[in-house]
Protein backbone atom coordinates (compact mmCIF):
# COMPACT_ATOMS: atom_id res chain seq x y z
CA UNK A 1 0.00 0.00 0.00
CA UNK A 2 1.13 3.67 -1.06
CA UNK A 3 1.65 6.38 1.06
CA UNK A 4 -1.29 8.87 1.55
CA UNK A 5 -1.40 11.70 -0.64
CA UNK A 6 -3.35 15.03 -0.89
CA UNK A 7 -3.72 17.03 -3.63
CA UNK A 8 -6.83 19.28 -4.28
CA UNK A 9 -7.24 22.95 -4.97
CA UNK A 10 -8.70 24.35 -1.61
CA UNK A 11 -8.81 28.17 -0.22
CA UNK A 12 -5.75 29.01 1.62
CA UNK A 13 -5.05 31.57 4.67
CA UNK A 14 -2.10 32.81 5.85
CA UNK A 15 -2.67 34.51 9.10
CA UNK A 16 -0.50 37.45 9.89
CA UNK A 17 0.78 37.19 13.71
CA UNK A 18 1.96 40.29 14.68
CA UNK A 19 -1.88 40.80 14.62
CA UNK A 20 -2.83 38.31 17.74
CA UNK A 21 -0.99 39.69 21.12
CA UNK A 22 -1.84 43.59 20.43
CA UNK A 23 -5.98 42.43 19.53
CA UNK A 24 -5.99 40.32 22.79
CA UNK A 25 -4.30 43.63 24.33
CA UNK A 26 -7.14 45.58 23.30
CA UNK A 27 -9.74 43.24 24.17
CA UNK A 28 -8.39 42.64 27.90
CA UNK A 29 -8.74 46.54 28.34
CA UNK A 30 -12.05 46.60 27.11
CA UNK A 31 -12.81 43.65 28.91
CA UNK A 32 -11.94 45.38 32.76
CA UNK A 33 -13.75 48.49 31.55
CA UNK A 34 -16.71 46.50 31.18
CA UNK A 35 -16.03 44.96 34.62
CA UNK A 36 -15.57 48.23 36.03
CA UNK A 37 -18.50 49.33 34.82
CA UNK A 38 -20.49 46.78 36.33
CA UNK A 39 -19.37 46.87 39.62
CA UNK A 40 -20.01 50.70 39.55
CA UNK A 41 -23.43 50.49 38.22
CA UNK A 42 -24.76 47.44 39.85
CA UNK A 43 -25.19 47.55 44.10
CA UNK A 44 -23.64 44.56 45.75
CA UNK A 45 -25.41 45.28 48.56
CA UNK A 46 -29.12 45.60 47.34
CA UNK A 47 -32.33 43.91 48.78
CA UNK A 48 -35.37 42.78 47.44
CA UNK A 49 -36.26 43.55 44.22
CA UNK A 50 -33.45 45.66 43.69
CA UNK A 51 -31.55 42.35 43.41
CA UNK A 52 -33.85 41.41 40.08
CA UNK A 53 -33.20 44.48 38.22
CA UNK A 54 -29.36 44.46 39.21
CA UNK A 55 -29.61 40.72 37.50
CA UNK A 56 -31.17 42.16 34.60
CA UNK A 57 -28.51 45.37 34.26
CA UNK A 58 -25.48 42.48 34.47
CA UNK A 59 -27.17 40.98 31.33
CA UNK A 60 -27.75 43.56 29.71
CA UNK A 61 -24.12 44.80 30.52
CA UNK A 62 -22.74 41.44 29.36
CA UNK A 63 -24.63 41.19 26.02
CA UNK A 64 -23.28 44.50 25.24
CA UNK A 65 -19.37 43.20 26.15
CA UNK A 66 -20.33 40.71 24.04
CA UNK A 67 -21.43 42.48 21.18
CA UNK A 68 -18.64 45.26 21.88
CA UNK A 69 -16.23 42.35 21.43
CA UNK A 70 -16.84 41.72 17.72
CA UNK A 71 -16.93 45.79 17.09
CA UNK A 72 -13.50 46.08 18.76
CA UNK A 73 -11.76 43.27 16.87
CA UNK A 74 -13.17 44.11 14.00
CA UNK A 75 -12.06 48.12 14.32
CA UNK A 76 -8.53 47.54 15.83
CA UNK A 77 -7.71 44.97 13.05
CA UNK A 78 -8.92 47.42 10.58
CA UNK A 79 -6.91 50.27 12.43
CA UNK A 80 -3.54 47.93 12.22
CA UNK A 81 -4.87 47.33 8.73
CA UNK A 82 -5.36 50.81 7.65
CA UNK A 83 -2.93 53.08 9.85
CA UNK A 84 -0.13 51.18 11.71
CA UNK A 85 0.22 49.04 8.51
CA UNK A 86 0.74 51.85 6.08
CA UNK A 87 4.16 52.70 6.29
CA UNK A 88 5.76 49.14 6.49
CA UNK A 89 6.67 46.90 4.09
CA UNK A 90 5.05 43.69 5.32
CA UNK A 91 3.30 42.09 2.36
CA UNK A 92 0.03 41.49 2.62
CA UNK A 93 -0.73 37.84 4.00
CA UNK A 94 -2.00 35.17 1.56
CA UNK A 95 -5.66 34.49 1.00
CA UNK A 96 -6.45 32.70 -2.22
CA UNK A 97 -7.81 29.46 -3.43
CA UNK A 98 -4.52 26.98 -4.89
CA UNK A 99 -3.08 23.67 -5.53
CA UNK A 100 -1.95 22.36 -2.18
CA UNK A 101 -0.14 18.79 -2.43
CA UNK A 102 1.07 16.89 0.13
CA UNK A 103 3.27 13.69 0.08
CA UNK A 104 6.58 12.35 0.50
CA UNK A 105 7.89 15.22 -0.61
CA UNK A 106 6.85 17.58 0.99
CA UNK A 107 3.93 20.30 1.96
CA UNK A 108 3.41 22.37 -1.53
CA UNK A 109 0.85 25.21 -1.77
CA UNK A 110 0.35 26.89 -5.38
CA UNK A 111 1.88 30.86 -5.06
CA UNK A 112 3.66 30.68 -1.81
CA UNK A 113 6.18 27.44 -2.55
CA UNK A 114 7.01 23.81 -1.15
CA UNK A 115 7.94 23.14 2.69
CA UNK A 116 10.19 20.09 3.78
CA UNK A 117 8.56 18.20 6.59
CA UNK A 118 11.12 19.23 9.05
CA UNK A 119 9.55 22.84 8.73
CA UNK A 120 6.19 21.40 8.89
CA UNK A 121 5.83 21.87 12.65
CA UNK A 122 2.17 20.52 13.67
CA UNK A 123 -1.01 21.24 12.84
CA UNK A 124 -4.05 22.58 14.96
CA UNK A 125 -8.00 22.01 14.33
CA UNK A 126 -10.58 24.61 14.97
CA UNK A 127 -13.49 24.00 17.64
CA UNK A 128 -16.33 22.76 16.16
CA UNK A 129 -15.57 22.67 12.96
CA UNK A 130 -14.34 19.93 10.46
CA UNK A 131 -13.69 21.39 7.33
CA UNK A 132 -10.55 23.88 8.51
CA UNK A 133 -7.65 23.08 9.76
CA UNK A 134 -4.53 25.57 10.26
CA UNK A 135 -1.01 23.77 9.61
CA UNK A 136 1.79 25.90 11.36
CA UNK A 137 5.02 25.92 9.04
CA UNK A 138 8.08 27.68 9.59
CA UNK A 139 8.71 30.03 6.11
CA UNK A 140 4.95 30.81 6.22
CA UNK A 141 3.96 30.17 9.55
CA UNK A 142 -0.01 29.86 10.40
CA UNK A 143 -2.06 28.72 7.02
CA UNK A 144 -5.54 27.84 7.41
CA UNK A 145 -6.94 25.00 5.05
CA UNK A 146 -10.56 24.86 3.62
CA UNK A 147 -10.65 21.11 3.55
CA UNK A 148 -12.51 18.20 5.45
CA UNK A 149 -10.44 17.58 9.11
CA UNK A 150 -10.72 13.98 8.43
CA UNK A 151 -8.98 13.87 4.66
CA UNK A 152 -6.22 16.36 5.42
CA UNK A 153 -5.37 15.91 9.18
CA UNK A 154 -4.25 12.12 8.54
CA UNK A 155 -1.70 12.57 5.46
CA UNK A 156 -0.34 15.69 7.50
CA UNK A 157 -0.10 13.06 10.81
CA UNK A 158 1.52 10.15 8.84
CA UNK A 159 4.40 12.24 7.50
CA UNK A 160 4.82 13.98 10.61
CA UNK A 161 4.94 10.69 12.52
CA UNK A 162 7.47 8.96 9.86
CA UNK A 163 9.86 11.52 9.78
CA UNK A 164 9.76 11.83 13.37
CA UNK A 165 10.67 7.71 13.55
CA UNK A 166 13.58 8.14 10.78
CA UNK A 167 16.98 8.18 11.28
CA UNK A 168 19.47 10.77 11.11
CA UNK A 169 19.52 12.73 7.80
CA UNK A 170 22.06 12.04 5.09
CA UNK A 171 23.94 15.09 6.73
CA UNK A 172 24.34 13.11 10.09
CA UNK A 173 21.75 15.77 11.51
CA UNK A 174 19.10 14.19 13.54
CA UNK A 175 15.87 16.32 13.44
CA UNK A 176 12.97 16.86 16.42
CA UNK A 177 10.55 19.40 16.97
CA UNK A 178 9.81 20.68 20.55
CA UNK A 179 7.52 23.59 21.69
CA UNK A 180 9.74 26.41 23.09
CA UNK A 181 9.15 28.52 26.08
CA UNK A 182 10.01 31.02 28.74
CA UNK A 183 10.38 28.86 31.93
CA UNK A 184 11.55 32.25 34.14
CA UNK A 185 8.34 33.92 32.58
CA UNK A 186 5.91 30.85 33.32
CA UNK A 187 6.88 30.80 36.89
CA UNK A 188 7.11 34.41 37.30
CA UNK A 189 3.23 34.22 36.14
CA UNK A 190 2.69 31.27 38.74
CA UNK A 191 4.22 33.31 40.93
CA UNK A 192 2.24 36.39 40.71
CA UNK A 193 -1.02 34.40 40.73
CA UNK A 194 -0.18 33.49 44.06
CA UNK A 195 0.64 37.34 45.45
CA UNK A 196 -2.68 38.57 43.96
CA UNK A 197 -4.47 35.76 45.43
CA UNK A 198 -2.80 36.46 48.68
CA UNK A 199 -3.24 40.44 48.77
CA UNK A 200 -6.75 39.51 47.88
CA UNK A 201 -7.41 37.46 51.10
CA UNK A 202 -5.90 39.97 53.07
CA UNK A 203 -8.17 42.54 51.50
CA UNK A 204 -11.33 39.89 52.28
CA UNK A 205 -10.14 39.62 56.12
CA UNK A 206 -9.50 43.30 56.71
CA UNK A 207 -13.30 43.70 55.27
CA UNK A 208 -14.32 40.60 57.49
CA UNK A 209 -16.36 42.96 60.44
CA UNK A 210 -18.33 44.46 57.81
CA UNK A 211 -19.44 41.71 55.39
CA UNK A 212 -19.76 38.89 57.99
CA UNK A 213 -18.71 35.28 58.36
CA UNK A 214 -20.54 34.13 55.58
CA UNK A 215 -19.99 36.53 53.06
CA UNK A 216 -16.29 36.82 54.12
CA UNK A 217 -16.34 32.88 53.22
CA UNK A 218 -17.86 32.87 50.03
CA UNK A 219 -15.22 35.62 49.24
CA UNK A 220 -12.38 33.66 50.20
CA UNK A 221 -13.59 30.25 48.53
CA UNK A 222 -14.80 32.08 45.35
CA UNK A 223 -12.24 35.54 44.96
CA UNK A 224 -8.94 34.04 45.98
CA UNK A 225 -9.21 30.85 43.59
CA UNK A 226 -10.74 32.83 41.16
CA UNK A 227 -8.13 36.00 41.11
CA UNK A 228 -5.28 33.21 41.06
CA UNK A 229 -6.71 31.44 38.20
CA UNK A 230 -7.43 34.32 35.93
CA UNK A 231 -3.60 35.03 36.23
CA UNK A 232 -2.60 31.20 35.55
CA UNK A 233 -4.56 31.41 32.65
CA UNK A 234 -2.29 33.41 31.11
CA UNK A 235 0.98 30.83 31.19
CA UNK A 236 -1.34 27.83 31.05
CA UNK A 237 -2.51 29.19 27.62
CA UNK A 238 1.04 29.27 26.06
CA UNK A 239 1.65 26.03 26.66
CA UNK A 240 -2.19 24.73 25.76
CA UNK A 241 -4.25 26.88 23.80
CA UNK A 242 -1.09 28.79 21.89
CA UNK A 243 1.03 25.87 22.43
CA UNK A 244 1.27 24.75 18.52
CA UNK A 245 2.45 28.55 17.64
CA UNK A 246 5.58 27.73 20.28
CA UNK A 247 6.34 24.87 18.35
CA UNK A 248 10.02 24.81 16.67
CA UNK A 249 12.39 22.74 14.89
CA UNK A 250 15.77 21.50 16.03
CA UNK A 251 18.93 19.79 14.33
CA UNK A 252 21.43 18.13 16.40
CA UNK A 253 24.46 17.73 14.39
CA UNK A 254 27.47 16.38 16.90
CA UNK A 255 27.39 18.89 19.78
CA UNK A 256 25.50 21.70 17.84
CA UNK A 257 21.90 22.14 18.76
CA UNK A 258 20.33 24.75 16.13
CA UNK A 259 16.70 25.75 15.33
CA UNK A 260 15.58 25.36 11.47
CA UNK A 261 14.57 29.29 11.73
CA UNK A 262 18.19 30.06 12.47
CA UNK A 263 16.97 31.82 16.11
CA UNK A 264 18.62 29.72 18.75
CA UNK A 265 22.16 27.64 18.41
CA UNK A 266 24.15 26.50 20.85
CA UNK A 267 27.85 23.97 21.59
CA UNK A 268 26.79 21.65 24.08
CA UNK A 269 29.84 21.03 25.06
CA UNK A 270 30.08 24.83 26.28
CA UNK A 271 26.39 24.64 27.89
CA UNK A 272 24.46 23.25 30.35
CA UNK A 273 21.68 20.58 29.52
CA UNK A 274 19.70 19.51 32.05
CA UNK A 275 16.00 17.41 32.10
CA UNK A 276 13.54 17.06 34.52
CA UNK A 277 9.87 16.81 35.54
CA UNK A 278 8.47 19.97 36.83
CA UNK A 279 5.27 20.03 38.21
CA UNK A 280 3.12 22.58 40.16
CA UNK A 281 -0.83 23.31 40.77
CA UNK A 282 -2.55 22.64 37.75
CA UNK A 283 0.91 21.44 35.41
CA UNK A 284 3.20 18.92 35.25
CA UNK A 285 6.13 18.93 32.37
CA UNK A 286 9.28 17.34 31.20
CA UNK A 287 11.61 20.06 30.68
CA UNK A 288 14.85 20.04 28.60
CA UNK A 289 17.21 23.28 29.74
CA UNK A 290 19.71 24.64 27.94
CA UNK A 291 21.84 26.70 30.00
CA UNK A 292 24.43 28.87 27.89
CA UNK A 293 27.77 30.63 29.20
CA UNK A 294 26.52 33.54 26.65
CA UNK A 295 23.62 34.17 24.36
CA UNK A 296 19.55 32.92 24.42
CA UNK A 297 18.57 30.49 27.27
CA UNK A 298 16.63 27.92 25.61
CA UNK A 299 13.51 25.53 27.69
CA UNK A 300 12.13 23.16 25.99
CA UNK A 301 8.63 21.46 26.83
CA UNK A 302 8.89 17.68 25.84
CA UNK A 303 5.93 15.14 25.20
CA UNK A 304 7.66 12.34 25.25
CA UNK A 305 7.14 11.91 20.80
CA UNK A 306 9.42 9.55 19.15
CA UNK A 307 11.95 12.43 17.24
CA UNK A 308 11.76 13.54 21.15
CA UNK A 309 13.28 10.26 23.03
CA UNK A 310 15.72 10.19 19.94
CA UNK A 311 16.71 13.82 20.64
CA UNK A 312 17.05 12.88 24.26
CA UNK A 313 18.87 9.63 23.47
CA UNK A 314 21.58 11.27 21.22
CA UNK A 315 22.34 13.87 23.77
CA UNK A 316 23.20 10.79 26.43
CA UNK A 317 25.26 9.29 23.95
CA UNK A 318 27.29 12.46 23.69
CA UNK A 319 27.56 12.70 27.43
CA UNK A 320 26.10 16.90 27.58
CA UNK A 321 23.07 15.90 29.63
CA UNK A 322 22.91 16.46 33.06
CA UNK A 323 19.78 14.76 35.10
CA UNK A 324 19.50 14.03 38.75
CA UNK A 325 16.67 11.38 37.94
CA UNK A 326 15.58 9.95 35.15
CA UNK A 327 11.93 11.00 34.94
CA UNK A 328 8.86 8.29 34.02
CA UNK A 329 7.87 9.03 30.61
Not at 34 to 41: D, G, L, Q, R, Y
Not at 51 to 80: C, D, K, P, Q
Request: with cysteine; charged share 20%; aromatic share 10%.
Amino acid sequence: MGSPVFSRRVHVTQFDGALVWPTLLVCALYTALIMAATVWIIDMEATGWYIALGMVVWLILFALWLVGLVIVVRAWIWVETRWLRAGKARPKPFDATAQVDIGEDGFSVEGLGRVDWIDVLTIEGIPDSDSYLIVHTRPFRKLMLAAPVDELAPVINHYLELKSNAAPTRAGTLQSRAMVVCWRCFLAWIWAGYVLAGAAGIAVFSNASDAGFLKTMVALCVLLPLTAWLVWAIPFAQVSTFAASRVRAFELDGTQLRSTDGQWHADLMQARVSYRQVSGVGYAFFLLAVRLKAGKRLDLLLEGNADQEALLDALRERNVLLSSANPER
